[in-house]
């Protein structure tokens, strides 16, 4: 397939998986960074990390449609002026007006064609504004090459005098944490985990972590149930070392974790896992 010209961040949200999915292919194989989400709340969840240039949103979704969703973007500074297009299935002039009120750029109808697809993409201006966001939504550099134990958390807290890490060792050692979370309970470790905090919020990103039985399973004869069945497995994993990473959470900040959001793009195998801190975390 012909790539486009340019490489952007597209994400993705629309609660079909199949049609997401499948988007999300197509997207990527255009030659862009794809991220898939089924709603609204995971895409808020993910969005301040994966900083799109692009959203693709499905309007009519349960738990909270692409009209809302567009809104709570538009007061978002890092997305004031992100192009945002709804995909629906609707043809009717009452649901474009309704996207153009709540703030989308243009609308496209179901099922995508593929030439409607390229003109979005083409469409698409990345001003220095939206590549760098806002300081508020940008996390800091990927701090792959920057790893901490929890022994040596420790060690530096109890020598300090405010007993506070930096935003970087805290961010290091929640790193090495999750690394070891997946050799202890998976088999195996990915290097490309990247911690952040954004306000009482921590963001670890971990890229490209499927597994190459999960990618067979996603493209399995009945897709829907093997990407069903990655999520699912995923998420049971975390839960049960959900003790381990709250109690990590809380030695290296000094913060508790109130609850924890996750999700996987099982088109880029890009894993997100969100927690909710009871507090901004104060650091060195």
Request: hydrophobic letters at 45%; a neutral charge.
């Amino acid at each position: 397939m012909t790539k486009t010209g340019k490489s952007i961040r597209v994400l993705i949200v629309d609660d079909n998986r199949d049609g997401a999915d499948a988007l999300g292919m197509l997207v990527e194989a255009l030659g862009n960074q794809v991220h898939v989400t089924y709603s609204g709340t995971q895409a808020l969840a993910v969005a301040a990390v994966f900083r799109a240039e692009l959203l693709l949103v499905d309007l009519v979704m349960p738990d909270m449609d692409g009209c809302r969703l567009a809104m709570r973007f538009r007061e978002m500074p890092g997305f004031a002026h992100t192009k945002i297009v709804a995909v629906t299935g609707h043809k009717d002039p009452e649901h474009a007006a309704m996207a153009v009120k709540a703030g989308f750029d243009a609308l496209i109808v179901k099922p995508v064609a593929l030439s409607a697809i390229k003109e979005i993409l083409a469409s698409v201006v990345v001003t220095d504004t939206i590549r760098n966001a806002t300081p508020a939504l940008q996390p800091d550099k990927p701090n792959a090459e920057k790893r901490l134990s929890i022994d040596e958390a420790r060690r530096i807290r109890a020598e300090r005098k405010s007993k506070t890490l930096t935003r970087t060792e805290c961010q290091a050692a929640i790193s090495q944490g999750m690394m070891r979370f997946q050799q202890e309970y998976m088999g195996w470790k990915s290097e490309r985990i990247h911690a952040y905090f954004i306000k009482d919020l921590l963001i670890v990103r971990a890229i490209g972590t499927l597994t190459q039985a999960e990618r067979q399973l996603g493209t399995a004869s009945v897709p829907a149930k093997g990407r069903d069945l990655i999520k699912e497995v995923r998420t049971q994993l975390l839960e049960l070392a959900r003790p381990m990473l709250e109690s990590l959470i809380y030695e290296v900040t000094g913060v508790k974790a109130v609850s924890m959001h996750h999700d996987i793009s099982t088109v880029t195998g890009e894993e997100v896992v969100l927690f909710s801190l009871a507090a901004e975390p104060r650091f060195e």
